[in-house]
């Protein structure tokens, strides 16, 4: 280590006591989050291991706590996830394909573009429970305009078809995925936006100067040399995606649902919100029964993550 001008063997020994110091505290919060976490795992497991079997998974939520099940629950969170999904990855990754790579080139276009994405940033820092407020007005009642709850002013087929559709859209898992797209929306185009603006710019310049068009170089240039950000970026907005229970709630309206959603415009529940129904009900067995609900979600959690990751490092090149 370089001593500065002027600087004294004493004030060299006190600056590196500091650093030490800083490392061994900063290894100490390391070590004790990791410990906290390890610690409530196996609390769960050792907890909800009694109920976690087949017939767990696949029965329907009981008054009794040995027939309990999350089956619903969990089918429920599977749809309105993919759903999420299928909705939110792709507008968020165009938005934030024009947000940094078609930026206007005008002062007061380019002042009105600033805004915007000040915006998308702070509408990432929005509480859940707005986004479901929302859902209920857009999504669920579509504004009163197109008939009510208990009359769709459109329909086609009938609900025991699986392609069954109404206006609007009422408690259904496409209002459900829907508003949980309004939740993780600007999460995903912010981090696409940073790992658009991470690629190089020589990438950017020497595909151009090959003759390719300007949507030919994003294509297959950018797109592919940021793929990783986005990715994660996706798996951190997935992750939110499937433990939130404020917009479900809102959504939902119910909690106890006894059947699998055949078509979009079914009813539903999600795991979340059939956890925090047994973790309040006063019966300790339903406490244990919660605790095996908590270690499935973690597992469909994972699942959605280990997706994700596999389809990053598969579609991911290097910059090379």
Same mark, same amino acid.
């Given at each position: 280590?370089?001593?500065?001008?002027?600087?004294?063997?004493?004030?060299?020994?006190?600056?590196?006591?500091?650093?030490?110091?800083?490392?061994?505290?900063?290894?100490?919060?390391?070590?004790?989050s990791v410990a906290m976490?390890?610690?409530?795992?196996?609390?769960?497991?050792?907890?909800?291991?009694?109920?976690?079997?087949?017939?767990?998974?696949?029965?329907?939520?009981?008054?009794?706590?040995?027939?309990?099940?999350?089956?619903?629950?969990?089918?429920?969170?599977?749809?309105?996830?993919?759903?999420?999904?299928?909705?939110?990855?792709?507008i968020g990754i165009a938005?934030?394909?024009?947000?940094?790579?078609?930026?206007?080139?005008?002062?007061?276009?380019?002042?009105?573009?600033?805004?915007?994405?000040?915006?998308?940033?702070?509408?990432?820092?929005?509480?859940?429970?707005?986004?479901?407020?929302?859902?209920?007005?857009?999504?669920?009642?579509?504004?009163?305009?197109?008939?009510?709850?208990?009359?769709?002013?459109?329909?086609?087929?009938?609900?025991?078809?699986?392609?069954?559709?109404?206006?609007?859209?009422?408690?259904?898992? /496409? !209002?459900? %995925?829907? =508003?949980?797209?309004?939740? *993780?929306?600007?999460? +995903?185009?912010? @981090?696409?936006?940073?790992?658009?603006?991470?690629?190089?710019?020589?990438?950017?310049?020497?595909? /151009? !100067?090959? %003759?390719? =068009?300007?949507?030919?170089? *994003?294509?297959?240039? +950018?797109?592919? @040399?940021?793929?990783?950000?986005?990715?994660?970026?996706?798996?951190?907005?997935?992750?939110?995606?499937?433990?939130?229970?404020?917009?479900?709630?809102?959504?939902?309206?119910?909690?106890?649902?006894?059947f699998t959603p055949q078509?979009?415009?079914?009813?539903?529940?999600?795991?979340?919100?059939?956890?925090?129904?047994?973790?309040?009900?006063?019966?300790?067995?339903?406490?244990?029964?919660?605790?095996?609900?908590?270690?499935?979600?973690?597992?469909?959690?994972?699942?959605?993550?280990?997706?994700?990751?596999?389809?990053?490092?598969?579609?991911?090149?290097?910059?090379?």
């Open positions: 280590m370089t001593v500065p001008p002027g600087a004294t063997p004493r004030n060299k020994a006190t600056r590196r006591r500091k650093d030490k110091l800083f490392h061994l505290f900063c290894g100490i919060c390391a070590v004790s976490l390890g610690t409530l795992l196996v609390v769960l497991v050792l907890q909800g291991i009694e109920h976690l079997d087949l017939d767990f998974l696949k029965n329907s939520p009981s008054r009794k706590p040995a027939r309990a099940g999350i089956g619903p629950a969990m089918w429920g969170s599977v749809w309105i996830c993919t759903i999420c999904a299928l909705s939110a990855l792709p938005t934030a394909i024009v947000l940094e790579e078609y930026k206007p080139s005008g002062k007061r276009l380019a002042k009105a573009h600033s805004f915007m994405q000040l915006n998308i940033s702070n509408l990432a820092g929005v509480p859940s429970i707005v986004y479901g407020i929302i859902g209920l007005t857009v999504f669920v009642q579509f504004f009163g305009l197109v008939g009510n709850l208990n009359e769709p002013g459109l329909t086609l087929g009938t609900r025991d078809d699986w392609w069954y559709f109404q206006l609007p859209f009422g408690r259904s898992v /496409l !209002a459900g %995925g829907l =508003t949980l797209m309004l939740v *993780i929306l600007p999460v +995903v185009i912010v @981090s696409s936006v940073e790992a658009l603006r991470a690629v190089p710019g020589s990438l950017r310049e020497g595909a /151009l !100067a090959c %003759g390719s =068009t300007k949507w030919q170089m *994003i294509r297959r240039i +950018v797109l592919p @040399s940021a793929i990783p950000g986005i990715m994660t970026g996706a798996i951190l907005a997935m992750s939110r995606a499937i433990g939130e229970a404020a917009p479900i709630l809102v959504i939902a309206g119910v909690v106890f649902i006894r078509n979009l415009m079914d009813e539903f529940t999600a795991m979340p919100l059939q956890i925090y129904d047994w973790a309040g009900r006063p019966q300790e067995a339903f406490h244990d029964v919660a605790a095996s609900g908590i270690l499935v979600l973690l597992t469909v959690l994972l699942i959605f993550n280990a997706f994700a990751v596999f389809l990053r490092q598969k579609f991911q090149k290097p910059l090379q």
